[in-house]
């Protein structure tokens, strides 16, 4: 086939990217593979977990494959009204909305929370949900730098706009860190604001068994607090979720376009999310267990312990961390690589997640291919 020279700048930068060792490649899972996973989310272990398993089959069989539209045509089922309000009564909020996944929470909160005359305030390490709903605002957006509360409250005081918006990860998804939301939210309650905390990695892990941090930190349910999570990591699934007072949600669901546009959430997903949030009610012992591997997994690769699930290991240039996370998988140790844009130049890593279920052996394993990968990686 002939090429198109239109396509020519495709060639360009994909040989760019190889030669910087940014290429990346989607690589299939195998069903039933011995490999000891320490790159997903599943922080509390239940992706297979028969009451997650029973809760999508129940969905799937009452439901069928899918919603069959939007939210508000066809695509709410009992099963989504359930799951709001479960989700609600258990992070301490007085309402919950979900959406096809946590990107699309995001995108929805933000967008129908600000507009032209707000102005919208974003951490640095904001997630790319977040730093994509900045984009789409229209509002003027001021990125501030990571965790400076003090400059959150200097962009909030110099506003001109009649209304703002903060923005956070309460855990931060590349180097495991929280946010000091209690701060935050004295900033923005001080100057009329409100904070909008993505809790994508903090529920199931933080606060009283896996209720998240703005929980643990005694924010549950302020009004002017919203939650986003997401139901792909700890609760086994895939979705979103917006946590918030009910004037909120009624604003979202007229307003967000990510709800209002978009096909629901598959019921399946729904229930087994459900299900998942099921055990962690039963065994909220689970979430104290994902921080205590991550101690051991801190441990082993010589990094400070973390207060998350996330253990992150830099190694610098792109190549050398994509080796190194290529050399584990052969060694039957799968671990996430993050290279720019996902962290800044000069920082990939090898980015380890905790399970709540990981056992003595998977840690021996670890602990002996980590220990060579990363001796070598440095040498």
């Given at each position: 086939?002939?090429a198109?020279?239109g396509?020519?700048w495709?060639?360009?930068?994909?040989?760019?990217?190889?030669?910087a060792?940014?290429h990346?490649?989607?690589?299939?899972?195998?069903?039933g593979?011995?490999?000891?996973d320490?790159?997903?989310n599943?922080?509390l272990g239940?992706?297979r977990?028969?009451?997650v398993?029973?809760g999508?089959t129940?969905a799937?069989?009452?439901?069928?494959?899918?919603?069959t539209?939007?939210?508000?045509?066809?695509?709410?089922?009992?099963e989504?009204?359930?799951?709001?309000?479960?989700?609600?009564?258990?992070?301490?909020a007085?309402?919950?909305?979900?959406?096809?996944?946590?990107?699309?929470?995001?995108?929805?909160?933000v967008?129908?929370l600000?507009?032209?005359?707000?102005?919208?305030v974003?951490?640095a390490?904001?997630?790319?949900?977040?730093v994509?709903?900045c984009r789409?605002s229209?509002?003027r957006?001021?990125?501030?730098p990571?965790?400076?509360?003090?400059?959150?409250?200097?962009?909030?005081?110099?506003?001109?706009?009649?209304?703002?918006?903060?923005?956070t990860d309460?855990?931060?998804?590349?180097?495991?860190?929280?946010?000091p939301?209690?701060?935050?939210?004295?900033?923005?309650?001080?100057?009329?604001a409100f904070?909008l905390?993505?809790e994508?990695?903090?529920?199931?892990?933080?606060g009283?068994?896996?209720?998240?941090?703005?929980?643990?930190?005694?924010?549950?349910?302020e009004?002017?607090?919203?939650?986003?999570?997401?139901?792909?990591?700890s609760?086994?699934?895939?979705?979103?979720v917006?946590?918030a007072?009910?004037?909120?949600r009624?604003?979202?669901?007229?307003?967000?376009?990510t709800?209002?546009?978009?096909?629901?959430?598959?019921?399946?997903?729904v229930g087994?999310?459900?299900?998942?949030l099921?055990?962690?009610?039963a065994?909220?012992?689970?979430a104290?267990?994902?921080?205590?591997?991550a101690?051991?997994?801190?441990?082993?690769?010589g990094?400070?312990?973390p207060?998350?699930?996330?253990?992150s290991?830099?190694?610098?240039?792109?190549?050398?961390?994509?080796?190194?996370s290529?050399?584990c998988?052969?060694?039957?140790?799968?671990v996430?690589?993050?290279?720019?844009?996902?962290?800044?130049?000069?920082?990939?890593?090898?980015?380890?997640t905790?399970?709540?279920?990981?056992t003595?052996?998977?840690?021996?394993?670890?602990?002996?291919v980590?220990?060579?990968?990363?001796a070598?990686?440095?040498?």
């Amino acid at each position: 086939m002939t090429a198109h020279p239109g396509l020519a700048w495709l060639d360009d930068t994909a040989a760019a990217r190889r030669a910087a060792g940014l290429h990346r490649e989607p690589v299939a899972r195998t069903s039933g593979s011995a490999i000891v996973d320490l790159a997903s989310n599943d922080y509390l272990g239940l992706i297979r977990h028969p009451e997650v398993l029973a809760g999508a089959t129940a969905a799937l069989r009452r439901w069928g494959g899918g919603s069959t539209g939007s939210r508000l045509v066809t695509g709410t089922t009992t099963e989504h009204e359930l799951l709001e309000r479960e989700l609600a009564e258990f992070t301490g909020a007085e309402s919950g909305l979900v959406f096809s996944s946590g990107y699309a929470a995001n995108l929805g909160a933000v967008t129908a929370l600000s507009g032209r005359d707000a102005l919208v305030v974003s951490d640095a390490g904001s997630h790319a949900s977040l730093v994509d709903a900045c984009r789409l605002s229209r509002a003027r957006v001021v990125v501030t730098p990571h965790n400076e509360v003090d400059a959150v409250a200097a962009a909030l005081a110099a506003r001109t706009e009649p209304r703002a918006l903060v923005l956070t990860d309460s855990v931060f998804s590349t180097d495991g860190d929280l946010a000091p939301l209690r701060a935050l939210h004295r900033v923005c309650r001080a100057h009329g604001a409100f904070l909008l905390v993505d809790e994508a990695h903090g529920v199931g892990v933080r606060g009283a068994g896996g209720r998240g941090l703005v929980h643990e930190v005694g924010l549950a349910g302020e009004p002017d607090l919203i939650v986003t999570a997401t139901l792909s990591k700890s609760l086994a699934s895939q979705g979103g979720v917006v946590l918030a007072d009910g004037r909120i949600r009624e604003h979202l669901v007229d307003t967000a376009r990510t709800f209002i546009f978009d096909t629901g959430l598959a019921p399946a997903a729904v229930g087994a999310a459900r299900g998942a949030l099921k055990v962690l009610r039963a065994e909220p012992e689970r979430a104290a267990a994902v921080l205590d591997r991550a101690a051991d997994l801190a441990r082993i690769t010589g990094v400070v312990a973390p207060p998350s699930a996330v253990v992150s290991v830099v190694l610098g240039e792109p190549q050398v961390a994509l080796d190194a996370s290529r050399r584990c998988r052969d060694r039957g140790v799968h671990v996430g690589c993050f290279r720019p844009p996902s962290v800044p130049a000069g920082t990939s890593r090898l980015r380890l997640t905790a399970r709540a279920n990981l056992t003595g052996d998977d840690l021996a394993l670890v602990d002996e291919v980590l220990t060579d990968v990363l001796a070598g990686a440095h040498a």
